[in-house]
């Protein structure tokens, strides 16, 4: 009995190590995924906040709509540890008006000819 006692012993510590090494690289492997998912998010959403900015600032406003959506994309961009430049650009898009400035018409006048 003593050596049937010792191969179970030998086996259960055996799958047990053989288990749990291959749950912990599973687990970092899904660590690696997850994070490589969200620095490709994070990419996204800058791509997105800074082509918004050109896209505003060259109409010199932005809608409350476009507003919200970018203030959205901010801040899953922020939670997902994002920062520096893009914080700049999202002010510069918050500070410009939401209607588009009055642009002034040029009116040709006619003159008249008496004959």
């Keep these: 009995m003593n050596i049937a006692a010792t191969i179970i012993t030998a086996f259960i ?5 053989v288990v749990v090494t291959a749950v912990i690289a599973r687990f970092k492997l899904g660590n690696q995924k997850h994070k490589a998912v969200e620095n490709g998010v994070q990419s996204l ?10 896209k505003w600032v060259e ?3 932005c809608p409350v709509y476009a507003k919200d959506a970018v203030r959205r994309e901010y801040e899953a ?15 510069d898009i918050l500070e410009l008006p939401e209607t588009p400035p ?4 040029k009116i040709k006048h006619r003159r008249t000819i008496k004959l």
């Excluded at 510590?13 to 190590?17: A, C, D, I, R």
């Excluded at 961009?77 to 520096?84: F, I, P, Q, S, V």
């Excluded at 009055?102 to 018409?105: C, E, V």
Aim: charged content about 20%; hydrophobic content about 25%.
């Design 102 to 105: 009055k642009q002034t018409r």
């Design 45 to 54: 959403l800058r791509a997105e906040i800074i082509r918004q900015h050109e």
């Design 77 to 91: 961009y922020h939670a997902l540890g994002g920062n520096g430049v893009i914080t700049d650009l999202y002010n």
């Design 59 to 61: 109409r010199g406003y």
């Design 13 to 17: 510590s055996t799958t047990v190590g």
